[in-house]
């Protein structure tokens, strides 16, 4: 067993409650872990037989394009295209992070993580 990491993939989108939130966009950063057998990869040394972290990645930009007004629909939606489109990935957690959210006060970021 093994895990795929993808660390601070950065995005300016425009999610939010608020609508000025869905107007003016604010950057977000998402990390991805996605557990696999890495077992037969790690013999062959072949990409065909791997999750790959590619594909892993533009799945993660479609899904955060789409509107959203709460951070843990895009989780879901990303983890739902984690298990349909990347066979070989038996546990994923997301975790998706809003910088500088309009809470009234200073604070560098507010975030949520699902698991499946």
């Given at each position: 067993m093994g895990q795929i990491h993808l660390e601070d993939m950065e995005f300016y989108a425009f999610h939010g409650h608020f609508k000025?939130?869905?107007?003016?966009?604010s950057k977000f950063f998402v990390d991805l872990i996605l557990e696999t057998d890495m077992t037969i990869?790690?013999?062959t040394d072949n990409l065909s037989d791997a999750v790959?972290?590619?594909s892993a990645y533009k799945l993660v930009k479609r899904e955060m394009v789409k509107k959203s007004r709460m951070l843990e629909n895009i989780a879901k939606r990303i983890l739902d295209a984690v298990f349909d489109e990347l066979p070989g990935v038996i546990h994923a957690t997301v975790s998706i992070r809003k910088m500088n959210p309009?809470?009234?006060g200073k604070i560098k970021s507010a975030g949520v993580t699902l698991s499946r």
């Open positions: 000025e939130e869905q107007i003016v966009g990869v790690a013999k790959n972290y590619q309009p809470i009234g």
